[in-house]
């Protein structure tokens, strides 16, 4: 991290303490509430520029025997620490950095509580970072960190996503599908 961070003020747009931040696009694998097989996180604002996160840990999220995956604890990270980029950002940011160190086995049955926070910005460059703990389930201990992130994102404008739009149902059938076969 560079040493030059600063930590902004709250922007207006971000919830009051306690106030649920809401998704960012309905069809976002993490937070999406039209996103079927997603991961249905929802977050809330804590007191400062953090922000708390749930997950609960759902059978297809397995990966080893019992355990969740690596790839979907990523993916509540990449979550958790693009949503409090929210509460500096009124914009889209994207990652462009990640970092996980998953410290204990999480059992499927779980509900894990994220809490991120930002570390400071720079330019465009926002960093974040969260942890996690299991605060339901088997092995609940809220004393205990289960995984630890960090996460670096950037700043963009709308027309970053200009180039995708057209694939937010899936593939276009043209110019890209397979209509000519
Ligand atoms: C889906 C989102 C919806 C948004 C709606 C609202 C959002 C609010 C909630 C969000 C919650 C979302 C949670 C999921 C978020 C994803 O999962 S986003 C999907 C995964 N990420 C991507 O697809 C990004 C793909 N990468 C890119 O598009 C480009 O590489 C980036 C990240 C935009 C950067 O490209 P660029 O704009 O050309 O940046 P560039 O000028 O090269 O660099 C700018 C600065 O960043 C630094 N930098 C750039 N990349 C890196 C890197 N990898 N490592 C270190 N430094 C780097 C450069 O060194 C430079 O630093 P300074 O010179 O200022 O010191």
């Known amino acids: 991290m560079p040493d030059d961070l600063t930590l902004p003020e709250p922007v207006g747009s971000f919830p009051a303490a306690g106030q649920p931040v809401p998704q960012h696009w309905s069809r976002c694998f993490g937070c999406g509430d039209q996103s079927p097989a997603g991961m249905s996180m929802s977050?809330?604002?804590?007191?400062?520029?953090?922000v708390w996160g749930r997950l609960e840990v759902a059978p297809r999220y397995q990966g080893g025997p019992g355990v969740i995956h690596g790839g979907i604890l990523s993916t509540a990270f990449d979550e958790a620490l693009g949503m409090v980029c929210r509460s500096i950002v009124d914009g889209p940011v994207v990652t462009g950095h990640l970092e996980i160190d998953f410290a204990r086995p999480i059992p499927l049955g779980s509900v894990l509580e994220f809490h991120?926070?930002?570390?400071?910005?720079?330019?465009?460059?926002?960093?974040?970072?969260?942890?996690?703990?299991?605060?339901?389930?088997?092995?609940?201990?809220?004393?205990?960190?289960?995984?630890?992130?960090?996460?670096?994102?950037?700043?963009?404008?709308?027309?970053?996503?200009?180039?995708?739009?057209?694939?937010?149902?899936?593939?276009?059938?043209?110019?890209?599908?397979?209509?000519?076969?």
């Open 43 to 50: 977050f809330t604002a804590g007191e400062g520029l953090d």
């Open 116 to 181: 991120a926070r930002i570390d400071g910005s720079i330019r465009r460059k926002v960093y974040a970072s969260a942890e996690a703990r299991i605060v339901e389930g088997p092995t609940a201990d809220p004393d205990v960190v289960v995984a630890t992130s960090r996460g670096l994102f950037l700043t963009v404008t709308a027309e970053h996503f200009e180039k995708t739009k057209d694939f937010v149902d899936g593939v276009p059938e043209r110019p890209f599908g397979t209509s000519s076969i």
